[in-house]
Structures are given as structure tokens and as C-alpha cells.
């Protein structure tokens, strides 16, 4: 199997980090494979923000004020969840690093959801490239992205938006792969 392969099967989602720092080294490569991704045009529409400490804290905290009525009273979530959803809102696992992945906002809609394209594969890239690294990543999407506070904390200009929060770290979890539908019932092949 190639290591590309490999990757894009054994990447997990991990909620769960150690309390152990990250080398820089590590960071600035996840980084580099995220700013090699595709985009429209070439035109590299995102931006990373690395952030620990107090960002960190405080980003979480924005996330957890809004969880703690939510998560309780969501009818989707089973109630023997509930506790368990509510420790990792805390902190999104205790992740020591986050990368903040932005996107270029512009007038043309189609140029901005382009741009969310691109920072998606960035992300995707991020992803893969940390677990070859022996880190652990997930993407955190919903309410937090868009709350006022977040944009705040993290200083963020008027014509830019989060594609994804990435809690990044050492893995404390070894998730069972959550299950794929079958591809037969996602593949059409015309004109073969
Ligand atoms: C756009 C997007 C948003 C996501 N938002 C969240 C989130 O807010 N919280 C979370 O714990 N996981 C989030 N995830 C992770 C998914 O839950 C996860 O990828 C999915 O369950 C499959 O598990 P796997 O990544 O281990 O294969 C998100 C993933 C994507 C692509």
C-alpha cells in the first residue's frame, strides 16, 4: 500500500491529546504540507494561525460556553453521551496547539466558496501530513468558527473566515475507525 494510501485509511480523528509539547519543527512541517495544497487559480487563499496558551484557553472556553446548553439539549444526542461530550467541549481533548485555518472572503461568492475549497484541502493536507508525524488532529467545525468572541480572540481581518479549528497533538486515544458507506452507493460511472 502507498503511504499516501496509507494515511487516508489509518487518519483518525482524535479527541483525546497528551499533555505533551509539540517540536516546532513538526509544526512548520504539517504547515508546509498544508500550504502546498491545490487551489483556484493557485491563488493560496488561506491563512494559518498557530495558536497555544492562552488563545488556546480562551477559544476553548467560547466553544464550552456555548456547549453546556447545547449539548444537554441537543434530541439528537443520546443521553448517555452527554457527560462524555461535555468533558471533551471543555477543551476540545487537551490539545496543547490549534491551527486556525482561514479563507479569503470576496465580493464574487463562487471566488469565496472556491476558497473554502482550497482551504479545505489544506486541511486535509494538515491532516495527513500530522499523522505521518505521529500527531493527532481534528477538525472542528459548527458555532465556534463563526462566533464573534472567536474572531476576536484570534485578531481575524473583515475579509477573512475559519474553515476549520485543528486541535493538534500527541494522540492519548486510539479510535476505532468510524464506518465509511459502502462505495458502491456513492459512485456513479457514466460512459464506461
Ligand atoms: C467540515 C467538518 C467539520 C467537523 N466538525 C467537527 C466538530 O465540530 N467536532 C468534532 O469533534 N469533529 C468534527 N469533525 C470530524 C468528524 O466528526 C469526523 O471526521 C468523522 O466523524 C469521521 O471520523 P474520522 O475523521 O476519524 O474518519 C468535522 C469534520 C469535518 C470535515
Known sequence: MGQVFDGILKRRSIRKYKNQEIP??????VLEAANWAPSNGNSQPWRFIVTKGEYVDKVCNVFYNWAKDYIPNAPYIPKEQVLGMLKYAENFGGAPVHIIVTH????????TKEALMAASAAIQNLCLAAWEEGLGTVWIGGY???AEDTREILQLSENQEIAGIIPIGYPDENPVPPERIDLNQKVEWLGF
Open 24 to 29: 516546532q519543527d513538526k509544526l512548520k512541517k
Open 104 to 111: 479569503e472572503i470576496f465580493e464574487d461568492e463562487m471566488k
Open 144 to 146: 465556534v468558527l463563526h
